[in-house]
């Protein structure tokens, strides 16, 4: 049974962009949720010791490791939370598993389909729980999209399209990063902001059937940056020699879903003036719904059972307290903002470890959402259709 | 030389939704703009006598016809417009063409490509001039949306993604029409309203290279209607009885652009709420740009070049006396509504013809979209891409 | 009894921006509606023969005139529009009323109050129709408002906040027009266009209480304008030679309403940026609803009884069949101009003189507005509230 | 000289919706900023044991107080933040200053002027530091607004409107709440979200010169509350008796500022479907600009000076890292919230204290404020205008 006072200790791999966010969650998880444990920032991990020794300081952390093999190893820690490049995801997280550490992992979860089923088989196998950060699905206004689909407020559901733009990579100048290298990354805007899109549609409307695909790289190669950030912005200091860019700067597909609908994808870092232009627009038999994260805090729905003169698109800030985790922040009408969706997540996983609760997105989610990204890779190369089932 | 009291005259077939809407066009033409001749409303022709009898008198044309033949044959007709449904634009084409007579038809051009270029052929040996009713060009945001790109204020362009949306057969009970016959109309929403689509992203960016696509029926069979309106709308009467419907419902579809760029359609009349949302955004080098019709006064433009605190989406309402078309009409902020259009159109064609100014969409850009709305439709049979060149 | 082919003949005096506005409806009326008399444009009057003409022969006037006098004596004028500069509104009125015909007049009514009620009060005596043409009572998103708050859907009303905004005056170098002159346009912003809010409101909400308002004339003297255009631009030539600005370039003002509602009022001609902002927002104990002209096909409304997790300020485009006069025009989403509330008030006129349908506003709703307008200019004087009674 | 491991050390009235929005702005701030000395948590204090000891473990204070009396007086605080109920604020802040503390007080400053320029006299006669948490000042969005009009890029300012419409009072069964007994808050929505408007007001334009204004208490009397919450939200529990609201419910006014603007006003609990709608909409000579709250990372910005073809107002998302302080938080297009703020002026108020760097705003811009708020309520009782050296 879980006590009052029960503690569940974490150590973190890595602390750039996601490592500086997740360190924000569990330092506010406390103050504004009730989990199930007190979650405590034990330890933070990163190969140069100045750099996470700063991090820890600056996050919070109790200890920090520059040996991530040290760290998974250590009694005190109850759950792994890697956020490191992509390429070292398997192995931390296997080394995880095997110390019966649970793990939550950032997206994507492997650089390919075969890593993420060997890591979820693993996870299964001991027993561990496990996680993919796709930390969106946590926000208020998309849990509020969620439950208006499993009402069958949108009756059968047509038409699915997403986009995720963004606009960092437009400048040639801008330099190279580790996001823009296939070794590391595994892909570019496919497997790092796709991969959001993809996890939504499966969480909104269910699983894909077929896709078909296509991409491109505007800049093949870029300057050397002279710094190591951790690349999602321009204007870093960069030097005159390039290097090549060896994943795609934009890919967009057509997919079928299983339940009929037709679905439509791009993800692009080349859409000049957007940020973050996550979203998604679902159209049904009853209704439809459209949301973007630049306005995370809103949801656009259309109800064809609305009287004919007054029927049209609905703005509802997702900020009463009926809405999922927005009652645990602030009054109605005062907004919440990009890291509180990793704040619900952590909650919803340190209650998943402590009580059992349900819980999604799992590895198994990560491979399912896998599974598509390699399918349109396929499908590029093939230039045809490819079923999911055929990777 | 073009007299002032130089005349032209139009015969006219067809006199439902698009009759309305061309025959407002002649009236007001005159009176916002300066054509070359004044435009006489000659002749309106429809086989139902007592419909066209009181569509002459209520559109105000000087006379009607019952027999298309008979008033393309008539000498005093200088040009003829052809409404009608698709499946009858070929046969009058061609006879409006062997009488001499300058024609400008409703999209699509025709059923089908070998049609098309039958047609773009007869016209080109006669030596009439021909026009394809593609009227969204005719714009004034639209217009502003070229200039800017042709000017090369967008640089490069990476992505160019269009929406054509409505909703008026969401409903199941919304009754058969002709729209929705294939061998009346040729296809669906793709040759209804991604045809318009198609048109835009060609003057807007150019050719298409290849496409690969996907569609739906959603609803098989419909209630047969028991009257025969224009169909655009749900709600006529209906019977028990039900049809086939042998069109699409939906069509949606990559493609590659000739310069390079991304593409992605998608037409629907099963997006509930979306009433008439036929959009592009297109992002290029240097900036972004996007509109949609249900706004048409605006523009929506980003340029990079902006000083970098101060750049963002600018909402344009293009309704200045510098903006094409807009002086014409009202002071500034006194936004034009959809049937603005097909008056542009109109005097442009009628100065086409009269002082031989330069004139597009052709029978030309008629063909060259159909050839795009074909390779989609054997893309869909072929489950992968299809190059322009194919068909 | 009305008969098939009975005929109303109108003459007008004004060609300008109004003139023209008004020729259209005239033009257009009988195309998109039934009215219970064919419309005929029988004569057009200006004092410059050779610009009248041109106007006559342009916009499809049978005849003109360069005497007012003259036309409003003519046996085949059955009423007589006025929307010549708003001094001459009064002499040409009552001439008109002498001569037993229906009078549409522009707003303002009149210079001043008592002039208004001179003309409201004949217009009575004579028995006679008369209008003033606060067009936009006639959009239907604009009609889509008063019959939600007729049918009691906003419930008791709190507040309600009309801007009127516009900026072709901000530039210091447009140069003067008889719209800038007191004793020819009476007042500025005020009159042109708080005017319209004024009577928006009383439609929507009812009677004003009591007000209290500031006004500006930012710029004090303007380059004298080489021609005499309708004066809602800037650009037109100037001279080096300067006059005064007589009338406010903004005027702002407080009100009570007779319901108990607060109101909140601004017109200018300096809110750069705003090309044509008139909005309102209303807020009732039930719900609130909100409106501009620049997207005068929407309405945005909100219903507090809409469940809690799904309330939401709706975005309605008011283009439905079932929405008053969108049904004439086009199918849903096909939006209409600036230009058609002036085919809608025409008509109503129309059908208001031939078969005494209910109609207004009428000079008592232009006498209601000149109350308000001068309450607030005598407020200004005093620095203090002023009862609408007390003028 | 700052050391890095200066600390600093926070002692705090009041617990609920401020005090956990001020508890996290001092636990986030070292995390995001660098400020000249860690903040520490080390006292809150409220009345009720068991609440204040819940809130401490909660938010993270080291320890808590019962009495503010004793807590004023601790040696190991350095600074008081009090944002216990208004009434309280004078007193708590009087006894703060004599120990020698810095004081940071919610606002409104005080019940009346007379106490406001009692607590900013005691405040600079002793010499410490303070501060009044008009939080909006820091939200990067707001902070652009006043580098473009101090960079002269609206040109001379002509208008000034705000608005800040909540609806949580609308429904008449909305329990009693301190908020709404004048003897406790001094005034309702008038003091509570006007305040902000008109601080707002001055930090962008400049001073106010005159006003006049109207107001109501829409209903008059409330059931009593059976549980004491914050006090923003309807819903609580409450029982059948009934007590006065004697506070507005909504107050508006005009205003004249010294430089020549005109200004606009209104605050309001019952505008339906408005849940946190703080905007202001700002015209000058060469643009203009606007923002709303509940967008807050967005501002919308008109030059006058763009391309007349190509100028209209710019979104622009204020999260480059170019906007101020923006850049602490996520790269571009991830938003901040609605507690962001609080972080900003917690880390401008440490800075001021530790460093001498320049701070506003102080108590003088609580009395500064308070003096509007008052010559508007005397305006009210008048019925005319009142000038602000009137009070």
């Given at each position: 049974?879980?006590?009052?006072?029960?503690?569940?200790?974490?150590?973190?791999?890595?602390?750039?962009?996601?490592?500086?966010?997740?360190?924000?969650?569990?330092?506010?998880?406390?103050?504004?949720?009730?989990?199930?444990?007190?979650?405590?920032?034990?330890?933070?991990?990163?190969?140069?010791?100045?750099?996470?020794?700063?991090?820890?300081?600056?996050?919070?952390?109790?200890?920090?490791?520059?040996?991530?093999?040290?760290?998974?190893?250590?009694?005190?820690?109850?759950?792994?939370?890697?956020?490191?490049?992509?390429?070292?995801?398997?192995?931390?997280?296997?080394?995880?598993?095997?110390?019966?550490?649970?793990?939550?992992?950032?997206?994507?979860?492997?650089?390919?389909?075969?890593?993420?089923?060997?890591?979820?088989?693993?996870?299964?196998?001991?027993?561990?729980?496990?996680?993919?950060?796709?930390?969106?699905?946590?926000?208020?206004?998309?849990?509020?999209?969620?439950?208006?689909?499993?009402?069958?407020?949108?009756?059968?559901?047509?038409?699915?399209?997403?986009?995720?733009?963004?606009?960092?990579?437009?400048?040639?100048?801008?330099?190279?990063?580790?996001?823009?290298?296939?070794?590391?990354?595994?892909?570019?805007?496919?497997?790092?902001?796709?991969?959001?899109?993809?996890?939504?549609?499966?969480?909104?409307?269910?699983?894909?059937?077929?896709?078909?695909?296509?991409?491109?790289?505007?800049?093949?190669?870029?300057?050397?940056?002279?710094?190591?950030?951790?690349?999602?912005?321009?204007?870093?200091?960069?030097?005159?020699?390039?290097?090549?860019?060896?994943?795609?700067?934009?890919?967009?597909?057509?997919?079928?879903?299983?339940?009929?609908?037709?679905?439509?994808?791009?993800?692009?870092?080349?859409?000049?003036?957007?940020?973050?232009?996550?979203?998604?627009?679902?159209?049904?038999?009853?209704?439809?719904?459209?949301?973007?994260?630049?306005?995370?805090?809103?949801?656009?729905?259309?109800f064809r059972e609305d009287e004919p003169n007054l029927a049209g698109?609905?703005?509802?800030?997702?900020?009463?307290?009926?809405?999922?985790?927005?009652?645990?922040?602030?009054?109605?009408?005062?907004?919440?903002?990009?890291?509180?969706?990793?704040?619900?997540?952590?909650?919803?996983?340190?209650?998943?470890?402590?009580?059992?609760?349900?819980?999604?997105?799992?590895?198994?989610?990560?491979?399912?959402?896998?599974?598509?990204?390699?399918?349109?890779?396929?499908?590029?190369?093939?230039?045809?259709?490819?079923?999911?089932?055929?990777?």
């Amino acid at each position: 049974m879980v006590g009052v006072n029960d503690k569940i200790n974490v150590g973190m791999v890595g602390y750039k962009f996601m490592g500086k966010a997740h360190s924000h969650a569990y330092k506010d998880v406390g103050m504004f949720f009730e989990p199930a444990a007190d979650v405590v920032m034990k330890a933070i991990c990163g190969r140069d010791e100045q750099g996470v020794k700063a991090a820890a300081d600056k996050f919070g952390w109790e200890s920090y490791e520059t040996d991530w093999r040290k760290m998974v190893a250590r009694d005190d820690i109850d759950f792994v939370d890697i956020n490191a490049p992509s390429d070292a995801h398997k192995e931390i997280t296997l080394a995880a598993i095997a110390a019966g550490k649970h793990v939550f992992c950032e997206k994507p979860l492997a650089l390919n389909l075969a890593d993420g089923r060997e890591m979820l088989e693993a996870a299964e196998k001991a027993g561990v729980k496990h996680a993919v950060c796709f930390n969106y699905r946590f926000l208020p206004a998309v849990q509020l999209a969620k439950q208006i689909i499993d009402e069958g407020r949108l009756g059968e559901i047509h038409h699915y399209r997403a986009t995720y733009l963004q606009d960092w990579l437009v400048d040639p100048n801008t330099p190279m990063a580790w996001r823009l290298k296939k070794e590391v990354a595994g892909s570019g805007a496919h497997g790092d902001i796709n991969a959001h899109s993809i996890d939504l549609a499966r969480f909104l409307i269910g699983e894909f059937d077929r896709v078909v695909g296509h991409n491109r790289t505007f800049v093949k190669e870029r300057p050397i940056a002279t710094d190591a950030a951790g690349g999602l912005s321009a204007g870093a200091g960069s030097s005159s020699q390039k290097d090549q860019v060896t994943v795609d700067d934009a890919t967009g597909f057509l997919a079928d879903f299983k339940n009929g609908a037709m679905g439509m994808f791009v993800a692009s870092r080349f859409a000049a003036g957007r940020k973050n232009h996550n979203t998604f627009e679902i159209h049904g038999s009853k209704g439809s719904l459209r949301w973007d994260l630049e306005k995370l805090n809103e949801l656009e729905v259309y109800f064809r059972e609305d009287e004919p003169n007054l029927a049209g698109f609905r703005r509802i800030l997702a900020t009463e307290s009926t809405h999922k985790y927005a009652g645990n922040w602030w009054p109605t009408g005062h907004i919440i903002g990009y890291e509180h969706a990793f704040v619900h997540i952590v909650y919803e996983f340190v209650q998943h470890i402590k009580t059992g609760s349900p819980f999604a997105p799992t590895f198994y989610d990560g491979v399912k959402c896998q599974e598509v990204l390699e399918a349109v890779d396929l499908s590029i190369e093939r230039g045809s259709w490819v079923g999911i089932d055929e990777v």
